[in-house]
C-alpha cells in the first residue's frame, strides 16, 4: 500500500507539474489514469503540504468552470553539485529546475576531503542564504492513506530524509532571488511547509559507480580515484545524495526542466573539457550497465591524419578536447594563456575569435565540423527526433561551431525530419542536471526510490 500510496503521489505531482500553467483536476484525472477519487485525496494532501496550489479558474464550454492546480516550484528545493575539472559548480534549484542560488568553486584539487568540507560549507551558505532546510520524515501510514482508491501500483521503497539545518557561516551573495522565508534560517517550525531540501545531486565524468556513489577513475581528476562521494559529501551535510555522469545529468535537466515528451527519443552531445553524449528514450536517459553509456571521446569520425594514444586514428578526442583547442591556439600564435584554468583558456580563444583572429575562427569551425560528424554518426545509430548540444564549454565556442557542426548534420535532420538545437541551461547545465537527478529520483513516477515530499 506504501508502493501504491508514494506512486499515485508521484504521478499526479508530475502531471500536475508537466503543465506549469495550470490543470483542471479532471484533466489530471484523464491523463493519471486513477480515479476521481485519488485524485481528489492526493491534491488536497499535496496542497496541505504546500507542494501545488490553486490557480484561478478557466472556463471551457457549458458548465461549471474548472479550477486549475500548479505546482509550487520554491516549496522543495535541490542541490547540484557538478564536478568538473576546470571548476566545482553548486545550485540550488526549485521543482522547475530553475537555480535560485549558485556559487562557483576552485577546481577539485588532489586532496578530495578539503574539496568536499568547501562544497558543503558553500551548500550551508547558499541554504542559509536561502532560509531552507532539510524536509522532514512522513507520519507513518501517511503515504498508505494516499493509496486508498488509487488505481495504479508502482515501484519503489521507502527513503530517507531529515538531516541538519544550514549552519555554514558563507555569505550570502550567491542567492539569487530573495528568501521569503517564513522563519529564521534553519528553523525548521518555522518552515512547515516553505524552502524544504530534499538532497544533493552529484555530477562528475566517468568513470563512476552510480549504485555505490563511489567515482573510480574521472579524467583529469586523478586525486579523485576510488573516492565515496556520495557517503562523505552526505555525512558533511546531513542531506541525501545521488551520484551520476555529468552527460546524463545534463540530459535530465534538459527532460525536467522542459517537460520533453516522452515520446521522443533525444539525442544530447555534451561539450566541456571533453565530448560526451547521452540518449533517453520513452522519457528515460539510457545509462547502460555501468552508467558509462555515451562515453565517445575515441569514436572514430571518418578521418585518418591523426593517431590517437588509443592506437586508433581519428578520435573525435583528437579534435574537441578541450586542451587540444588550446594547445592548437598556442601554435598557431593565438594570444591564449593557459594558467588561469582551462576555462579561462577558452573563453580567451573564444574571445580572440569574436575580436578576428582567423586561426582562432577556423580552430572553433573545426571543432564544430568534428562535433557534427560524429552526431551524424549518432544519430544514425539512435535515430533521434531532436539533438541538443550543450555543456559548460558550449556557451563560449557556440557563436562560431555550431554552423559548422549543423551543416556536418542538415541532410541527416532533414531527411529524418528532427531537430537539432542548442541547450537553454547555459554553463550552469552540469550543476541544473545534477539538481534534477535528485528531483528524477524522488519524485518521478518510474522512479525505482521513493522519498519524502
Known amino acids: 500500500m506504501t508502493d501504491i500510496g508514494e506512486y499515485n503521489e508521484r504521478l499526479v505531482l508530475h502531471t500536475i507539474r508537466s503543465s506549469p500553467e495550470?490543470?483542471?483536476?479532471?484533466?489530471?484525472?484523464?491523463?493519471?489514469?486513477?480515479?476521481?477519487?485519488?485524485?481528489?485525496?492526493?491534491?488536497?494532501?499535496?496542497?496541505?503540504?504546500?507542494?501545488?496550489?490553486?490557480?484561478?479558474?478557466?472556463?471551457?464550454?457549458?458548465?461549471?468552470?474548472?479550477?486549475?492546480?500548479?505546482?509550487?516550484?520554491d516549496a522543495r528545493l535541490t542541490i547540484?553539485?557538478?564536478?568538473?575539472?576546470?571548476?566545482?559548480?553548486?545550485?540550488?534549484?526549485?521543482?522547475?529546475?530553475?537555480?535560485?542560488?549558485?556559487?562557483?568553486?576552485?577546481?577539485?584539487?588532489?586532496?578530495?576531503?578539503?574539496?568536499?568540507?568547501?562544497?558543503?560549507?558553500?551548500?550551508?551558505?547558499?541554504?542559509?542564504?536561502?532560509?531552507?532546510?532539510?524536509?522532514?520524515?512522513?507520519?507513518?501510514?501517511?503515504?498508505?492513506?494516499?493509496?486508498?482508491?488509487?488505481?495504479?501500483?508502482?515501484?519503489?521503497?521507502?527513503?530517507?530524509?531529515?538531516?541538519?539545518?544550514?549552519?555554514?557561516?558563507e555569505a550570502r551573495e550567491d542567492a539569487l532571488s530573495g528568501a521569503g522565508a517564513e522563519g529564521p534560517p534553519g528553523a525548521a517550525d518555522g518552515l512547515a511547509t516553505r524552502r524544504r531540501l530534499l538532497g544533493i545531486g552529484i555530477?562528475?565524468?566517468?568513470?563512476?559507480?552510480?549504485?555505490?556513489?563511489?567515482?573510480?577513475?574521472?579524467?583529469?581528476?586523478?586525486?579523485?580515484?576510488?573516492?565515496?562521494?556520495?557517503?562523505?559529501?552526505?555525512?558533511?551535510?546531513?542531506?541525501?545524495?545521488v551520484l551520476g555522469k555529468d552527460t546524463n545529468a545534463a540530459l535530465t535537466g534538459e527532460i525536467w526542466s522542459r517537460h520533453l515528451e516522452s515520446t521522443q527519443t533525444v539525442l544530447y552531445m555534451y561539450v566541456g573539457h571533453g565530448v560526451g553524449s547521452a540518449v533517453s528514450a520513452n522519457g528515460a536517459v539510457h545509462r547502460g550497465g555501468t552508467t558509462q553509456a555515451g562515453e565517445i571521446g575515441h569514436l572514430p569520425i571518418g578521418r585518418g591524419d591523426d593517431a590517437c594514444n588509443c592506437g586508433r586514428y581519428g578520435c573525435l578526442c583528437l579534435y574537441t578536447d578541450a586542451?587540444?583547442?588550446?594547445?592548437?591556439?598556442?601554435?598557431?600564435?593565438?594570444?591564449?594563456?593557459?594558467?588561469?584554468?582551462?576555462?579561462?583558456?577558452?573563453?580567451?580563444?573564444?574571445?580572440?575569435?569574436?575580436?578576428?583572429?582567423?586561426?582562432?575562427?577556423?580552430?572553433?569551425?573545426?571543432?564544430?565540423?568534428?562535433?557534427?560528424?560524429?552526431?551524424?554518426?549518432?544519430?544514425?545509430?539512435?535515430?533521434?527526433?531532436?539533438i541538443i548540444i550543450g555543456g559548460p564549454t558550449w556557451p563560449a565556442l557556440r557563436a562560431l561551431a555550431e554552423q559548422p557542426a549543423h551543416e556536418q548534420v542538415s541532410q541527416w535532420l532533414e531527411g529524418a525530419h528532427a531537430t537539432m538545437e542548442s541547450s537553454h541551461l547555459g554553463d550552469d547545465i552540469g550543476a541544473i542536471g545534477a539538481a534534477c537527478l535528485f528531483l528524477d529520483q524522488e519524485l518521478a513516477p518510474g522512479s525505482s526510490t521513493a522519498g519524502s515530499l
Open 323 to 386: 586542451p587540444v583547442l588550446v594547445r592548437s591556439a598556442q601554435q598557431a600564435g593565438v594570444p591564449v594563456p593557459d594558467e588561469a584554468g582551462m576555462t579561462a583558456a577558452i573563453d580567451a580563444l573564444a574571445a580572440e575569435a569574436e575580436r578576428g583572429s582567423e586561426p582562432a575562427q577556423e580552430i572553433l569551425a573545426g571543432h564544430g565540423r568534428a562535433l557534427g560528424e560524429a552526431i551524424r554518426i549518432l544519430a544514425g545509430i539512435h535515430d533521434p527526433q531532436r
Open 22 to 73: 495550470g490543470i483542471g483536476q479532471s484533466d489530471v484525472v484523464r491523463r493519471s489514469g486513477l480515479s476521481r477519487q485519488a485524485v481528489s485525496l492526493i491534491t488536497r494532501r499535496l496542497i496541505a503540504e504546500g507542494m501545488i496550489e490553486q490557480a484561478g479558474r478557466r472556463v471551457s464550454g457549458p458548465g461549471k468552470p474548472h479550477t486549475l492546480l500548479r505546482v509550487v516550484a
Open 203 to 241: 555530477a562528475a565524468p566517468a568513470g563512476l559507480d552510480a549504485t555505490a556513489g563511489i567515482l573510480r577513475d574521472p579524467p583529469w581528476m586523478p586525486g579523485w580515484r576510488d573516492i565515496p562521494i556520495v557517503e562523505e559529501l552526505s555525512a558533511a551535510t546531513g542531506l541525501p545524495a
Open 80 to 169: 547540484g553539485v557538478h564536478l568538473d575539472p576546470a571548476h566545482i559548480t553548486v545550485v540550488v534549484c526549485d521543482l522547475a529546475a530553475r537555480p535560485v542560488a549558485r556559487a562557483t568553486l576552485d577546481p577539485p584539487t588532489d586532496d578530495p576531503q578539503a574539496d568536499i568540507s568547501r562544497i558543503a560549507a558553500k551548500i550551508d551558505g547558499l541554504t542559509l542564504s536561502l532560509g531552507a532546510a532539510a524536509a522532514p520524515s512522513r507520519p507513518a501510514g501517511a503515504d498508505a492513506d494516499l493509496a486508498a482508491g488509487g488505481d495504479v501500483a508502482g515501484g519503489g521503497s521507502a527513503g530517507t530524509a531529515g538531516g541538519r539545518g544550514p549552519t555554514g557561516p
